[in-house]
Structures are given as structure tokens and as C-alpha cells.
């Protein structure tokens, strides 16, 4: 879902007097509206690097320089770096079968791409731990075979890449929906092959709902915490993710590298805020030029 | 690929991405879900029942559901305050408090956990105010409806958003140039055009809070009875190996959860039809 702030609207009831409402209202709203923001949303961002930095830039720094920290931050990125291509192509993928073609049973499929969103973290974990774990259907084939999903870095990929599941898919079905089939068909019609529509027809015109869904992708998979917590066993510089980190250090009251690692993972989730804004932004503005 | 079931197309690939789509979505979701009923399916049903019903069970339904319920109706009423300053009014800094809304989506739960209760808890900014009012937030049920009430806040804001930027001024002016004070015109013209999205954001934001974990265990104190939900009930049962008990839980929140799935998109359809969106 893009949303394009139509800024427009607020020239047209502004000059619009009979609709308006009197100044200490609005500002009343105003203040309430950012009062509530303030409390959940400013205050306990503010919290996470006043409190990384309640002992000085040492020390803040020092969390980092762990071993258990970088083999955290590491793994936390090869979790991303596989589940991120493996939901993109399956995201584009469904969104090309749903979104150009009419078939039978097209709105079940939608509904059960959006599961995992409706799923528990803890209970996606859970899935994995009944089929991998020792107790579970393959478990004591892999046991057997001395090959280890569970409590291991492959459990944790396959949780990431199921709770960051529908994300593209449900960026591109909307957008390609919207977008019609014309240009693809035209360029059949005019000789193209199959990969040729794609990569100069189809992926230039959903571009930026791809980004916008990798980048949701990718803050989703560096922070999944729940499901990643059931099928890591959390061993320290093995199965950690940097969220995992957070919570041991936290758990032994080592508050100022906790909230150090806790002010990265801020850090990456501010930087996404700001790269999902720019490219509601650019997609806003190929909407007007299009136009 | 039987081709009867589509609508004949020149575009190529159905076949290919249909069948991928199909065989990844059993491969990650659809066969590891089923495995969890089918593992229910093992225990007996008097089993089951005891499991999901045991006091200490019941206990996390009543805080799961019900500080759930409580954090949506907030976003519900402070969701559409945000929405209509955003969209109405014009304020210096609105268009970065416009992206931090969505901060809880971006922001990892164990992240937000931490902070929520640094800052709620007696020492913190937020909590040493309200302290002497006998208010305590960390480490109480309050603190479970504080956490679900930051994870589900953009919900309510990003459904209501766009339909508030698409409503028409025009009914508004018919509205007060036949007499309606500002009041009646929010009543009787603007809140009817937004109820769709306004159920959907808050039923998005309940599910979404009902499943919550990581944001949760840090602030709630976790007290048998008190402050422990559902799920941290689930990751307890697994550690004491108790796979039976975890996965009967599992089974009531995930036939819940399908439920909710189920009235969303019953809501969006509705939304949709009525509103051409």
C-alpha cells in the first residue's frame, strides 16, 4: 500500500472557511494527537539512545567490539540476505499469476498468502520446532544424518523467511492490478519474448512497490524476534540474531550494551522509515508525470 | 496446468509462476500450519481440553484478548485523531511525524520492548511522573496494554489516511450550507465514510496484538496468573518439553487468529464494494 499524501486536500478545505474548524480546536487536536504520539512513539525512541549513552561514547562503543555482538550482527544479516531474495521472487511471482490472469479460487490463494501475517511469531516458530525437532517428523532422520535445522542457523532463516513472508506479494498484487495488462500485452502482440516483457515492460513500471516491499522485507527479517527466539536455542556467538543479543544482555542487567545494540537496530529501523518515505515519495511523483 | 480454470490470456508464465507460487506457499506456510493440526490430532481429546482450559491457560486468554482489545480501541479513537491532524491540518515537523508513525512496524519488538519499559518502568521518564499517582505501568497487566498499544498503532492511522485524503469536500460544505454545526457534519457525514477502514485498521491492530511476544515479555513482568500471555505460555510449555500442552494452545490461538483473517478481509471487501476503493 502506497499511500500518496494528497497535500492538495489541505489547500482545498483551507480555503474552504464553512468547513473549517475554529484555531483552538484545531490546535487542540494537534496537541492531542502528538501528546499520544509522544508518549508511544517519541519518548520511547529518545529512551533507547539516551539510555546506550548514559555511560559515555566508550562504552557504547565497546558493546560492539564483543565477539558475541559482531557474530550476532552477522548472522542477523545473512538471515536477511537469504530470506529477502527468497520472498522477492516469490512475491513476484504470485503477484504476476494473481494480478494478470483470472482464475478459479484467485481470492482463497490471497487469503492464505496473508496467513503468516495473521500467525503468531511464537507459533511460527512452533511449526518448525514440531516438523524439525527431535519429536518432529524429520527429526530423527536429521539427527540420524548429523544435520541440524533446529537450533540452528537454517531454522532461523526458515522462520525469517516465513514471518517476512507476504510482504512483496502484497505490495505488487494491488499495484499490478491497477497498472492493467495493455503494455504487456501489447509487447507480445509486437514479437517480445516472455523475459523481454518483463525486464523492459513489467519490472520498470512496479519498481518502486518492489523496493517498498524489499525494504519492509529486510526491517522485518534483521528484527523478527518471537519466532526466531523458539527455533534459535540461543547459544551465544552460534544462534544469537542481534535481537536475541538484546534480550540476553538485557536479561543480565547489562543495560548500556543491551540498549547499544538495541539503539543499531533503532538506527536501521530510522533508516527504513527514511528510504520507505523517499520512495513513496518517487512513486508519487512517476504517478504525476505518468499523468 | 488444467487451463479451463483460467481465462484464456496471450501474456506468458501462468503456468510457471502459479505453480511456484502454489509450491512455495505449501512448502513454507501451508504444509508447517497443517502439521501443527495434525500434531493436536495425536493427543486425546480430554487431553486437549484440559490443556487449553487449565486455570493458568484461561488466565493468559483473559490478558491476551483483553489488553488486545483495550490497546485497539485506543488506536481506534487516537488512530483517527493522528489520521485527521495528518491529513487535515498543517503543522511544522508533519510530514516527519507523518513516517514515524509507522515506526512500529520498522522498529524490532524486542527493541521496543526494552524501551517501553526503560521509560514506563518507576525509574524512567513516564513512570516516575505517574508514580506518585499510585500508577504503576511495568511490570503489571498496564504495561501488556502500553506494549500492544505501541505495535498496533499505525494500523488505524495508515487504513483511515487515504480514505480521509479521498473524501470529498463538497458533501461536508452541502452539510454545513443546510445548517449542520461541525459536529453533526463529523457524525452524520464524515464518520459514516470512515467506519469501513476504521473497523478494518482496528481489527488489523487487535490481531496483530493478540499474537504479540517480543514487545511484551519485557515490560509485563511475566507473573503466573497476573502478566503472562498466550504466547509466552506456549514458549514455556516448549521449554519444559511439554509439546502436547504447547501445541493445543497453538491450535486455539491459530483458530482465532484465522477467524480474524476471515472478518478483515470480509471487512476490506466491504470497504471496497461500498466505497470503490
Known amino acids: ?291 | 496446468m488444467n487451463l479451463t480454470l483460467k481465462k484464456p490470456s496471450v501474456l506468458p508464465g501462468f503456468g510457471p509462476t502459479l505453480g511456484y507460487t502454489i509450491f512455495y506457499l505449501s512448502l513454507i506456510v501451508l504444509i508447517p500450519l497443517s502439521a501443527t493440526f495434525l500434531k493436536s490430532t495425536l493427543f486425546t481429546w480430554d487431553q486437549f481440553w484440559s490443556a487449553v482450559t487449565a486455570p493458568r491457560v484461561l488466565a493468559s486468554y483473559r490478558l491476551s484478548f483483553g489488553a488486545a482489545l483495550i490497546g485497539a480501541l485506543i488506536n481506534a479513537f487516537f488512530g483517527l485523531l493522528v489520521a485527521w491532524v495528518l491529513v487535515r491540518y498543517r503543522f511544522p515537523g508533519k510530514r516527519l511525524i507523518d513516517a514515524l508513525v509507522d515506526l512500529p512496524f520498522a522498529l524490532p519488538t524486542a527493541v521496543a520492548g526494552i524501551a517501553l519499559t526503560a521509560v514506563y518502568s518507576t525509574h524512567g521518564w513516564i513512570g516516575s511522573v505517574i508514580e506518585p499517582w499510585g500508577i504503576k505501568v511495568a511490570f503489571t497487566p498496564l504495561g501488556v496494554i502500553v506494549a500492544l498499544t505501541f505495535i498496533g498503532l499505525p494500523f488505524v492511522v495508515r487504513t483511515v489516511q487515504p480514505v480521509l485524503e479521498d473524501l470529498e469536500a463538497e458533501a461536508e460544505e452541502a452539510a454545513a450550507s443546510l445548517g449542520a454545526s461541525r459536529l453533526q457534519t463529523f457524525w452524520k457525514v464524515i464518520l459514516p465514510a470512515l467506519w469501513p477502514a476504521l473497523l478494518t485498521g482496528f481489527s488489523l491492530a487487535f490481531a496483530r496484538a493478540i499474537g504479540e511476544y517480543g514487545s511484551v515479555i519485557f515490560i509485563a513482568g511475566n507473573m503466573p496468573m497476573v502478566s503472562e500471555i498466550t504466547p509466552l505460555l506456549i514458549i514455556t510449555k516448549l521449554e519444559q518439553y511439554d509439546y502436547a500442552g504447547a501445541t493445543s494452545i497453538a491450535v486455539v490461538m491459530l483458530v482465532v487468529s484465522f477467524l480474524l483473517l476471515l472478518i478483515i478481509n470480509g471487512l476490506q471487501w466491504w470497504s471496497s464494494h461500498r466505497y470503490g476503493r
Request: glycine fraction near 6%; aromatic fraction near 14%; include cysteine.
Open chain 1, 1 to 291: 500500500m502506497i499511500t500518496i499524501t494528497a497535500s492538495h486536500y489541505n489547500t482545498k478545505v483551507a480555503h474552504s472557511r464553512a468547513i473549517a474548524e475554529p484555531a483552538w480546536i484545531r490546535w487542540l487536536l494537534i496537541a492531542s494527537a502528538l501528546g499520544f504520539l509522544g508518549l508511544f512513539l517519541f519518548v520511547p525512541l529518545a529512551a533507547v539512545f539516551t539510555e546506550a549513552l548514559r555511560k559515555g561514547i566508550a562504552v557504547y562503543l565497546a558493546a560492539f567490539k564483543e565477539p558475541d555482538a559482531l557474530s550476532a550482527i552477522w548472522l542477523t544479516f545473512t538471515a536477511a540476505a537469504i530470506a529477502v531474495p527468497l520472498n522477492l521472487v516469490f512475491g513476484v511471482s504470485a503477484a504476476w499469476a494473481i494480478a494478470k490472469f483470472d482464475f478459479k479460487g484467485k481470492s482463497v490463494l490471497i487469503t492464505l498468502i496473508d496467513l503468516p501475517f495473521a500467525v503468531s511469531p511464537v507459533i511460527a516458530g512452533l511449526v518448525y520446532v514440531l516438523i524439525f525437532g527431535l519429536q518432529g517428523w524429520f527429526g530423527g532422520w536429521l539427527s540420524s544424518h548429523d544435520y541440524k535445522v533446529l537450533f540452528a542457523v537454517p531454522g532461523i532463516v526458515l522462520a525469517t523467511v516465513f514471518v517476512t513472508f507476504p510482504f512483496v506479494a502484497r505490495e505488487l498484487i494491488p499495484l499490478m492490478q491497477a497498472q492493467g495488462k495493455e503494455e504487456e500485452e501489447a509487447a507480445i502482440v509486437l514479437g517480445a519474448s516472455g523475459w523481454q516483457m518483463f525486464w523492459r515492460v513489467t519490472l520498470p513500471n512496479i519498481k518502486w512497490g518492489l523496493l517498498y516491499g524489499v525494504i519492509l522485507t529486510n526491517a522485518r527479517a534483521m528484527g523478527e524476534f518471537g519466532a526466531v527466539s523458539v527455533v534459535s536455542g540461543h547459544i551465544r556467538g552460534m544462534t544469537n540474531t542481534l535481537p536475541l543479543h538484546v534480550e540476553i544482555l538485557y536479561n543480565e542487567y547489562n543495560y548500556v550494551a543491551a540498549f547499544a545494540c538495541a539503539s543499531l537496530l533503532a538506527f536501521l529501523a530510522l533508516v527504513t522509515l527514511a528510504l520507505k518515505s523517499l520512495v513513496e515519495w518517487q512513486a508519487a511523483r512517476a504517478v504525476t508525470t505518468n499523468e
